[in-house]
């Protein structure tokens, strides 16, 4: 039996909250402020979704051939079925094929096909958390493996 050998590029890293920290309010601080004042109100600073969502999307693009997603950055459009997220910015997730794993090859395989193109839901501002949307939770990992709400 002849194997293929599955070659994929991890070009991404894992970073530390410390990072994360910076990366986030540098954004908050050089776009958010920025676009929640073109808005009139808070814009969406993050977007959120189950494991599961995620894995069910990522196994719709493998059944049609993919290896890779593409996030894409949008805002969301007059007539979206949830009113509040007029004008927001969004992620939409793009189903893709690279013949050799990498970024420089890859295509997208949205050809007919609706479920490899996926925006999650809910926007946060302005569904937060829990309490109706009122507080910004994250579920922070420690190094001591235990996990913490803020």
């Given at each position: 039996?002849?194997?293929?050998?599955k070659?994929?590029?991890?070009?991404?890293?894992?970073i530390?909250?410390?990072?994360?920290?910076?990366?986030?309010?540098s954004?908050?601080?050089?776009r958010w402020?920025?676009?929640?004042?073109r808005?009139g109100r808070?814009d969406?600073l993050?977007?959120?979704?189950?494991?599961?969502?995620?894995e069910?999307f990522?196994?719709?693009v493998?059944?049609?051939?993919?290896?890779?997603?593409?996030?894409?950055?949008?805002?969301i459009?007059?007539?979206?079925?949830?009113?509040?997220?007029v004008g927001m910015?969004?992620?939409?997730?793009?189903g893709?094929?690279?013949?050799d794993?990498?970024?420089?090859?890859?295509?997208?395989?949205?050809?007919?096909?609706?479920?490899d193109?996926?925006m999650?839901?809910p926007l946060?501002?302005?569904?937060c958390?829990?309490g109706?949307?009122?507080?910004?939770?994250?579920l922070?990992?420690?190094?001591?493996?235990?996990?913490?709400?803020?």
């Amino acid at each position: 039996m002849n194997t293929i050998e599955k070659k994929s590029v991890n070009v991404g890293n894992y970073i530390s909250r410390s990072e994360m920290d910076t990366i986030t309010t540098s954004y908050k601080q050089n776009r958010w402020a920025e676009n929640s004042d073109r808005l009139g109100r808070a814009d969406s600073l993050s977007v959120w979704l189950t494991v599961d969502e995620l894995e069910g999307f990522l196994d719709r693009v493998k059944s049609h051939g993919g290896n890779g997603v593409r996030i894409h950055f949008g805002v969301i459009g007059e007539g979206y079925k949830i009113p509040e997220q007029v004008g927001m910015q969004t992620v939409v997730l793009v189903g893709n094929r690279s013949k050799d794993g990498s970024l420089e090859n890859a295509k997208q395989i949205i050809n007919g096909y609706d479920g490899d193109i996926y925006m999650p839901a809910p926007l946060c501002p302005p569904f937060c958390g829990t309490g109706g949307g009122k507080g910004r939770a994250a579920l922070i990992s420690r190094k001591d493996n235990s996990m913490e709400i803020i």
